[in-house]
T-cell receptor, first 111, second 115 residues
Framework: KAGVTQTPRYLIKTRGQQVTLSCSPISGHRSVSWYQQTPGQGLQFLFE???????NKGNFPGRFSGRQFSNSRSEMNVSTLELGDSALYLC??????????FGPGTRLTVL | DQQVKQNSPSLSVQEGRISILNCDYTNSMFDYFLWYKKYPAEGPTFLIS?????DKNEDGRFTVFLNKSAKHLSLHIVPSQPGDSAVYFC??????????????FGKGTKLTVNP
């Protein structure tokens, strides 16, 4: 069974730009969660989608948004990028409560 | 407000000895706990979990202990191997939310196992 895939793996943007990251969950998984990992804050929950609906949202500004498609693939978008948005963005899919399977992440660098 | 805390950012142990990674939580609604292991440039991978109805779960060299009264859990690795060197994240979830998948993570502990 293929794992969670994320594209692109690396991205460099400049302040003020916007970016879209993509995540394909494990086949059969309907829940997709997004996390931001930074050295200072660890793993921080962004949002979670289930059957194309956002079920949970973390404490991030509205510049961070996401969506899920009917095939469970998910995208997250960050608008008006700031230097502090530089981080590893991780996507995780799950079939049942708790156990999540993570993708390799997208390393975003904002210059 | 940090609901899941890993107070030791790093831990160094000798190969063959025991590694003990600790995690504290504040939310009494958490009823399922997980440990993830993360190597550089990779996403976290699931290691072991424990339900709040248990106080111990064992899987090979990995054992997780849960002390609900102290709101504390620990991960024991015996014997430690150099390949165990990674960042370990503790995570918790409240399944009372009815299937909502909001895992709360600690900030991680970097384990280094020296040969």
């Amino acid at each position: 069974k293929a794992g969670v895939t994320q594209t692109p793996r690396y991205l460099i943007k400049t302040r003020g730009q916007q970016v879209t990251l993509s995540c394909s969950p494990i086949s059969g998984h309907r829940s997709v969660s997004w996390y931001q990992q930074t050295p200072g804050q660890g793993l921080q929950f962004l949002f979670e989608y289930f059957s194309e609906t956002q079920r949970n949202k973390g404490n991030f500004p509205g510049r961070f948004s996401g969506r899920q498609f009917s095939n469970s693939r998910s995208e997250m978008n960050v608008s008006t990028l700031e230097l502090g948005d530089s981080a590893l963005y991780l996507c995780a899919s799950s079939f049942r409560d708790g156990e999540q399977f993570f993708g390799p992440g997208t390393r975003l660098t904002v210059l | 407000d940090q609901q899941v805390k890993q107070n030791s950012p790093s831990l160094s142990v000798q190969e063959g000895r025991i590694s003990i990674l600790n995690c504290d939580y504040t939310n009494s609604m958490f009823d399922y706990f997980l440990w993830y292991k993360k190597y550089p440039a990779e996403g976290p991978t699931f290691l072991i979990s424990i339900s709040s109805i248990k106080d111990k779960n064992e899987d090979g060299r990995f054992t997780v202990f849960l002390n609900k009264s102290a709101k504390h859990l620990s991960l024991h690795i015996v014997p430690s191997q150099p390949g165990d060197s990674a960042v370990y994240f503790c995570a918790a979830i409240s399944t009372f939310q009815g299937g909502s998948e909001k895992l709360v993570f600690g900030k991680g502990t970097k384990l280094t196992v020296n040969p």
